[in-house]
């Protein structure tokens, strides 16, 4: 079964917490509910992105630092 992981609202999407920090997760990692996968930017306030359920991170959908609209897909967890 596959999830699709989607942006709850518009904004600019982030793989990692801080330029300088590495990606919270990777194509092919293995993640639990609850983890978290990206973050969603609005006006300078940051949204955690997590994964519903258990499973392996598929391909990014968005780049890094791009620009997501609300309920576009970001990732699959396979």
């Given amino acids: 079964m ?8 518009p904004g600019i999407f982030y793989r ?10 990777e194509p092919g990692d293995a993640v639990e509910a609850g983890d978290p996968i990206g973050l969603v930017e ?3 306030n940051f949204h ?17 630092e791009s620009e997501v609209q609300a309920d576009q897909t970001i990732v699959e967890i396979e």
């Fill in 48 to 64: 955690e992105i997590t994964a519903e359920s258990a499973g392996t991170v598929g391909e990014f959908d968005v780049e890094n």
């Fill in 42 to 44: 609005v006006m300078k």
């Fill in 16 to 25: 990692q917490p801080n330029p300088e920090d590495p990606p919270f997760v």
């Fill in 2 to 9: 596959t999830e699709q992981i989607k942006s709850p609202m």
